[in-house]
């Protein structure tokens, strides 16, 4: 059943010979001219479609996008183009506990871990009996962290020798933050 906004609406059958004429020479294919006799019998308002630039090919063009000449496309407003930074995993924050033994430090990682949604990035043995446990997330999380894993540690015994938060470490802090797994007596 035809209706009256059949005509307007884009043909995938005419639509698809569209991208065949920049391969051929210009008077090799009717198209490549504008003209074709069976769209201009068939209905006059493909003619003028016809005569246009095929949307699939003018639309990149159009915004701006240099894509379809291989350059990226240039950014508008005051950021400088460049990498983008590469997200954190786990949360912005860092929180760090460190202990004497490896049983206070276990149990200050228990209790960080299940105080708050905070993921445990490393267990290091920093040497001479001390043992470094280090959680990231979001802000909040890693202070409820690490007042719940400094209190657990208290309770275990002497262990505690440190606790600390860093909110945003800087990005040459990260290299840091690796573990070695070195073993240090």
């Known amino acids: 059943m035809a209706t009256a906004s059949t005509p307007a609406s884009p043909d995938p059958k005419s639509a698809a010979p569209a991208p065949a004429p920049a391969a051929l020479p210009a008077a090799a294919t009717p198209a490549a001219t504008g003209r074709s006799t069976t769209s201009r019998a068939a209905s006059p308002a493909r003619t003028t479609t016809r005569r246009s630039a095929p949307p699939a090919r003018s639309t990149p063009a159009r915004r701006g996008g ?4 291989g350059t990226p496309p240039r950014s508008s407003g005051g950021a400088a183009a460049g990498p ?14 460190e202990t004497r033994g490896l049983v206070p430090a276990i149990e200050a990682a228990d209790a960080m871990t299940k105080a708050a949604e ?11 009996g001390y043992v470094t446990v280090m959680v990231r997330g979001e802000t909040g999380a890693v202070n ?20 600390h938060i860093i909110a945003r470490p800087h990005a040459e802090v990260e290299s840091a933050l690796v573990p070695t797994h070195a073993t240090r007596y």
Not at 84 to 97: Q, T
Not at 145 to 158: I, K, Q, T, Y
């Open 66 to 69: 240099s894509a379809a000449r």
């Open 84 to 97: 983008a930074p590469e997200p954190r995993p786990y949360g912005i924050a860092l929180g760090m506990i």
């Open 118 to 128: 905070v993921r445990l990035i490393v267990r290091e043995f920093v040497g001479g």
């Open 144 to 163: 409820a962290a690490v007042r719940a894993g400094a209190d657990a540690c208290e309770r275990v015994g002497d262990g505690l020798v440190a606790a």
